[in-house]
């Protein structure tokens, strides 16, 4: 079974950074996809940035510019640089897994996810 492990989430005042890993523990390669959700109090699960291919990267709208996802190989890693935070990224952080071949939703991986919190 693969395991996703998030650390680096906290408590940050608004127009600070955090970086968040996910370490997996099996090879990053056999992947298709990571990425890095999102979900706030009272919302849906969302979408902030994922990797797809390897160096496809892709962004949520809110977080275009501010945020940074990136891999390291050798470490089976991900992560997300989060920049010029804002109240509103206030959520619990989710790392996501989709192997090759694999199905959103059905044998695709989640980790235990880590809170960020920012203030004003």
């Known amino acids: 079974q693969v395991q996703l492990v998030e650390s680096g989430g906290g408590l940050v005042q608004a127009g600070g950074s955090l970086r968040l890993s996910c370490a997996a523990s099996t090879s990053i390669f056999s992947f298709a996809a990571m990425g890095w959700y999102r979900q706030a109090p009272g919302k849906q699960r969302a979408v902030v940035a994922t990797?797809?291919?390897?160096?496809?990267?892709n962004y949520a709208d809110s977080v275009k510019g501010r945020f940074t996802i990136s891999r390291d190989n050798a470490k089976n890693t991900v992560y997300l640089q989060m920049d010029s935070l804002k109240p509103e990224d206030t959520a619990v952080y989710y790392c996501?897994?989709?192997?090759?071949?694999?199905?959103?939703?059905?044998?695709?991986?989640w980790g235990q996810g880590t809170q960020v919190t920012v203030s004003s």
């Open positions: 990797l797809i291919s390897g160096d496809n990267t």
């Open positions: 996501h897994a989709l192997p090759v071949g694999g199905v959103f939703g059905r044998n695709d991986y």
